[in-house]
T-cell receptor, first 116, second 113 residues
């Protein structure tokens, strides 16, 4: 069973809609990530949050807006998306590095997003 | 920029045979290399990882080797089973140590019964 929970599992929206993707983990991880994955391609990093602060934005268009309300939750707010934004959106989490030792990232099941 | 090359892109083996997937990374300061297995329609699942202070790591039928000098690392699966069929991604941690993983393009492994 995955310990990173994402909702919804599927989402269909029009280009003028506003929706949000949600991610939750209760492992005490302090780093959380959003990835985008197109079919037959590897995950592409979008955002990294560390201790609830945005630490990486991989030049993602502003129509994607991340939010980390607390250490267990990560949201991705969507507005005015384009058809090419249709993809699997994956959330991941990891413990913070300890003594410069990197900790593994664990993925949720993702939200499959379709833009009409 | 930093890059990870993964080969082969597809691999077909008979059940019971071994499978080897190879990756090469460009960032000599990378120090962490995970491997993920992704079955169709499912999440990437961490199956094994290796850090730069280790040359080899095993977990039952799975092993990973790392050659820091050549900037190569490989996944070895022995006694393959049909349930090993999936897409496998290698990755290297970006030297910024911010948690950014650079992924290879993936290998589709098919294990024929």
């Amino acid at each position: 069973d995955t310990e990173v929970t994402q909702t919804p599992k599927h989402l269909v929206m029009g280009m003028t809609n506003k929706k949000s993707l949600k991610c939750e983990q209760h492992m005490g991880h302090r780093a959380m990530y959003w990835y985008k994955q197109k079919a037959k391609k590897p995950p592409e990093l979008m955002f990294v949050y560390s201790y609830e602060k945005l630490s990486i934005n991989e030049s993602v268009p502003s129509r994607f807006s991340p939010e980390c309300p607390n250490s267990s939750l990560l949201n991705l707010h969507l507005h005015a998306l384009q058809p090419e934004d249709s993809a699997l959106y994956l959330c991941a989490s990891s413990q913070e590095n300890r003594d410069r030792v990197v900790q593994p990232q664990h993925f949720g099941d993702g939200t499959r997003l379709s833009i009409l | 920029g930093e890059n990870v090359e993964q080969h082969p892109s597809t691999l077909s083996v008979q059940e019971g045979d071994s499978a080897v997937i190879k990756c090469t990374y460009s960032d000599s300061a990378s120090n962490y290399f995970p491997w993920y297995k992704q079955e169709l329609g499912k999440r990437p699942q961490l199956i094994i990882d290796i850090r730069s202070n280790v040359g080899e790591k095993k977990d039952q039928r799975i092993a990973v080797t790392l050659n820091k000098t050549a900037k190569h690392f490989s996944l070895h699966i022995t006694e393959t089973q049909p349930e090993d069929s999936a897409v496998y991604f290698c990755a290297a941690l970006h030297s910024s140590n911010t948690g950014k993983l650079i992924f290879g393009q993936g290998t589709t492994l098919q294990v024929k019964p």
